[in-house]
Each structure stands twice: as C-alpha cells, then as structure tokens.
Nanobody
C-alpha cells in the first residue's frame, strides 16, 4: 500500500536550517508530482512547495521563496525540503503528499523554530 514517511524535523533557532525527507513506497514515485505541506497550530494546512515527477519546481509559497528548496531523488523514492533561514512563523507539522492527487496522509514531522 502507499506509504509516505516524513522525517528530519526538530527544534532549531531562528536563522537555522533543517532538511526534511519523505520516503515513499507502494507506488511508482517518479510518475507523480509531489508536494510539501504544513499545518501550524490553529491554522489550515497549506501548500509549501511542489515538484514534477522529473524534478521541476511547480510552485513555491511566497513566504519561503529564497529560503526553501524542494527536490527529489527518484532512485531513492525520496522527496526533500531544504529549509534555510528559518523563522518562527515556519513552525508547523510538515507533510508530504501528491500534488495533483493526494493519498492518505502520514504522521508528518514537527518543525519548531524558537530561541
């Protein structure tokens, strides 16, 4: 069955960096555009970044442009989100999923930006 497992979150100070990973299984990963989403406490889930199956960036949230980079390794069936210059407002649970077609959501990975 389809499985998405996010990892790499943690507690980081403002200005710090984290690299999130999403290990995918149960489907042909390279055939699907993928995306990172996040949900902050008390807020709706929002799209952070999306990427085509071949690795071209589709969308990037305005507030993360210049700071976050989405990428993928189709040989490893893994999606990445490199996050630099982190701000407190980036604090959220981060999830990966399909971009044009979503599957069941994983547990996500918590990112907390605080001094």
């Amino acid at each position: 069955q389809v499985q998405l497992v996010e990892s790499g979150g943690g507690l980081v100070q403002p200005g710090g960096s984290l690299r999130l990973s999403c290990a995918a299984s149960g489907f042909t990963f390279s055939n699907y555009a993928m995306a990172w989403y996040r949900q902050a406490p008390g807020k709706e889930r929002e799209l952070v970044a999306s990427i085509t199956g071949s690795g071209h960036v589709i969308k990037l949230l305005d507030s993360v442009k210049g700071r976050f980079t989405i990428s993928r390794d189709n040989d490893k069936d893994t999606l990445y989100l490199q996050m630099n210059s982190l701000k407190p407002e980036d604090t959220a649970v981060y999830y990966c999923n399909g971009y044009y077609s979503e599957t069941s959501w994983g547990h996500g990975t918590q990112v907390t930006v605080s001094s």
